[in-house]
């Protein structure tokens, strides 16, 4: 399968605890984005890499939100002392280098904060 | 900011009848997305609108754009149930979402 994947598919965690989800773009896929969708709601921007350089950070994003992509491969998001208002889906996508960035999104992450 | 907004937010139509979901946006962008979202899955991209006038069509779907008037349409043709799913628009490069269409086909 060569399309965006994530990882855990679900997660659900206490209050307090931190937790990190995995997204691998597809295979030559430079520019890749993460997104939180809240039930009955559109997803909402929350940071953009090129590469291995984050470029944007949405102010969605408080500082307990942190993100990263070494090597400008695989990206990796993580909550710190999760609170019950980060339970969300969280969906990954990825676009080419050149093109109209029409984005290709993973299966999303779910996340459930008790 | 830029704010996107969809019309209507629900729509419950009949097999083989005809129906279009409207999306405004707030500034200008050069370029629209159209996606699919079928419950408890991800999106699937359905058409991307760079130019003033550009119309796409892909099955009972089709797609437009009027820059000036900040508007697309996604007009459905002879609706059938594999079409129930809630269908967003999304403007800019960072996508900014609309509040989404969800559509329900009866037979």
């Known amino acids: 399968d060569t399309g965006v994947s994530q990882d855990p598919r679900h997660k659900i965690t206490k209050r307090g605890q931190n937790v990190t989800f995995r997204c691998d773009p597809i295979?030559?896929?430079?520019?890749l984005y993460w997104y939180r969708q809240t039930l009955g709601q559109g997803p909402e921007f929350l940071t953009y890499f090129q590469n291995e350089a984050q470029l944007e950070k949405s102010r969605l994003l408080s500082d307990r939100f942190s993100a990263e992509r070494p090597k400008g491969s695989f990206s990796t998001l993580e909550i710190q002392r999760t609170e019950q208002g980060d339970s969300a889906m969280y969906l990954c996508?990825?676009?080419?280098?050149?093109?109209?960035?029409?984005?290709?999104f993973g299966p999303g992450t779910r996340l459930t904060v008790l | 900011e830029l704010k996107v907004e969809q019309n209507p937010l629900f729509l419950s139509m009949q097999e083989g009848k005809n129906y279009t979901i409207y999306c405004n946006y707030s500034t200008t962008s050069d370029r629209l997305y159209w996606y699919r979202q079928d419950p408890g899955k991800s999106l699937e991209s359905l058409f991307v609108?760079?130019?003033?006038?550009a119309v796409k069509q892909e099955g009972r779907l089709m797609a437009s754009l009027d820059t000036k008037a900040r508007l697309s349409t996604l007009h459905i043709t002879a609706a059938v149930h594999d079409l129930s799913a809630t269908y967003f628009c999304a403007v800019d490069e960072k996508l900014t979402f609309g509040t989404g269409t969800r559509l329900t086909i009866i037979p």
């Open positions: 609108l760079l130019s003033n006038g």
């Open positions: 295979s030559e896929h430079n520019r």
């Open positions: 996508a990825s676009s080419p280098p050149r093109g109209v960035n029409e984005q290709f």
